[in-house]
């Protein structure tokens, strides 16, 4: 893995008539993750203000608070991922793995823009979980 000291050397791995598809997509996503997330938002008056019914009731809203912060706790990485990603187009870094500096394959970048890492690592860094 590079360290933060380490460039990662700038190959480009990437088309630049291609960068700008995937700047476009990278904007296009975190556009509807942030407005997802602000109609997601519900103000914790709302929700200690509508603690009527029964227990299961009650539990139930409980739940449904539960998997809505978890949602945008997840929203919020991806967010983060990319504006990572944007900031590597910028940095002319985008599509090379953080790992082992080689180029992310296309269909990785189709399928997940934000990615830093190849497959090959991904697997590799998931397997040591």
């Known amino acids: 893995m590079k360290t933060s000291n380490e460039k990662l050397e700038a190959k480009p791995s990437v088309k ?70 944007l900031h590597r187009i910028e940095a002319e870094t985008y599509g090379i793995c953080e790992m082992c500096s080689e180029a992310i394959s296309p269909a990785r970048l189709k399928a997940v823009p934000w990615a830093k890492v190849c497959v090959t690592c991904k697997e590799k860094k998931d397997q040591g979980k």
């Open 16 to 85: 630049k008539a291609n960068l700008k598809t995937y700047k476009t997509l990278l904007l296009k996503k975190r556009d509807e993750l942030l407005t997802a997330t602000s109609a997601k938002k519900m103000p914790i008056e709302a929700t200690e203000s509508a603690r009527k019914g029964d227990w299961i009731d009650q539990s139930s809203e409980d739940n449904d608070i539960y998997i809505n912060m978890h949602l945008r706790q997840t929203d919020a990485r991806v967010l983060k991922a990319i504006d990572g990603a």
